[in-house]
């Protein structure tokens, strides 16, 4: 059989030079009807034809979701190109096997036992509606794909500018959004990731009512929707976030001094975080060392050994562990208590405002922080001067350097007061 990859009626041109796309990661994303998930299904499909060897998965967070998604997709392709009898499927298990040379495309879902680790010698992934998937469920199933070469599919729409998908993938969307949606290639982060953005206009099967209900969206004035569903672009912008003025580079300047290192306690529900903090002019430098849950204060001198902090760095941990501070200090470290006040929380973001924020892009924890960081909002609407408690962990860290090392404090009745250095 020949597929003829020039021919209109079964192709969209923008998708074409995606079929050899050698990538370990292929993020598709965008508007409705774009047609994504039917190329996703088509490249799949190519992949278990062409290929002498080829075992793909189609994942999704509830299994029972694939049916009537991924394998519906498939089943239709399969029709419409006339090669269905080409093709054994079963329904349950799902499993669609190629008869000429035994390739098979199979299927998990994360709210089963069964994972993804479980299928010998998997040669790609299809997420379908991958931002409804958590950071943990991609990372446990990526990293048990183990073999030879691996490509995993990434479809999805851009609800939420906070997903784990943006920080993960994603430069800072200033440097490749436009307003109009019209753009389609962007450079990931990751050099091991291809990004393409498309919308209803990059899918020449869109039907004429389908492009007018997209379009209505900004008709009936729910802009936030028409730039997810429409235009494609990252959605759900968050009232009172706290930081703009923050930056991504890609690695610590070396004129920049190190101020010291932040440590914000954590165990269960919260993660140890710690950030070194450097200082470069008028500019805070921030560089994650460490973000993760369930690390005991053996593990966190560990850690801190490892990654190269000085016992005569300084560092400046939160206040509320005193025990926490005693025993890495006994370790030999040199470790002081952040000093705390009533309004310590505000002034300390205030101090920080006052610099240019620059965040390392391996700061992968500390960049989603600072997207989501925001005052607390009443019922009426109002902005307070009050920030959630979350979201918070390597800013508290970097707060209390902040406080201890780059201001001078007088210690009152009332709180903290400063003069400047």
Not at 175 to 188: A, L
Not at 220 to 248: P, Q
Request: contains cysteine.
């Amino acid at each position: 059989m020949k597929i003829d990859l020039s021919n209109p009626l079964i192709f969209n041109k923008i998708y074409l030079p995606l079929l050899d796309e050698s990538k370990r990661y292929i993020l598709l994303y965008g508007g409705r009807d774009s047609a994504k998930s039917y190329f996703a299904a088509q490249k799949v499909i190519i992949d278990t034809m062409m290929k002498s060897y080829s075992r793909f998965i189609l994942v999704r967070k509830i299994f029972a979701d694939i049916k009537d998604s991924q394998l519906q997709t498939i089943k239709d392709i399969l029709k419409l190109w006339g090669i269905l009898d080409l093709f054994k499927i079963n329904e349950n298990p799902i499993r669609i096997t190629f008869i000429k040379n035994g390739n098979m495309i199979l299927a998990r879902g994360l709210d089963k036992e069964a994972k993804t680790k479980s299928i010998k010698d998997p040669t790609g992934v299809w997420y379908e509606e991958a931002n409804e998937i958590s950071y943990n469920e991609f990372i446990k199933t990526t990293t048990s794909l183990r073999g030879g070469i691996i490509q995993e599919i990434l479809t999805f729409n851009p609800e939420l500018e906070t997903e784990w998908i943006n920080n993960y993938f994603f430069p800072a969307k200033e440097s490749y959004e436009k307003k109009d949606g019209k753009f389609n290639w962007v450079e990931s982060t990751r050099k091991d990731a291809i990004i393409l953005h498309t919308t209803y206009k990059d899918n020449a099967f869109c039907t004429l009512q389908s492009a007018e209900k997209l379009e209505d969206l900004k008709i009936d004035k729910d802009l936030n929707y028409y730039r997810i569903y429409t235009l494609g672009l990252w959605g759900g912008a968050l009232e009172g976030v706290i930081f703009n003025n923050w930056k991504i580079i890609k690695e610590v300047p070396e004129r920049a001094r190190l101020v010291g290192y932040g440590l914000d306690w954590g165990f269960t529900n919260d993660p140890t975080a710690i950030i070194a903090v450097y200082l470069e002019e008028k500019k805070l430098i921030l560089h994650e060392i460490e973000y993760a849950q369930g690390l005991s204060n053996l593990e966190i001198a560990e850690i801190m050994e490892a990654k190269g902090i000085s016992k005569n760095d300084e560092i400046v941990a939160d206040s509320a562990e005193p025990k926490s501070i005693s025993y890495i200090y006994n370790q030999g470290y040199n470790i002081e208590a952040a000093i705390k006040g009533p309004d310590s929380i505000v002034h300390g973001i205030e101090k920080m405002k006052e610099f240019e924020i620059k965040i390392t892009e391996q700061s992968r924890h500390l960049v989603h922080e600072f997207k989501n960081y925001r005052w607390k909002i009443d019922r009426a609407g109002k902005i307070l001067n009050k920030p959630i408690d979350d979201w918070n962990h390597g800013i508290d860290a970097i707060r209390y350097v902040v406080l201890n090392k780059l201001t001078i404090k007088k210690t009152t009745m009332t709180g903290l007061k400063d003069v400047r250095l």
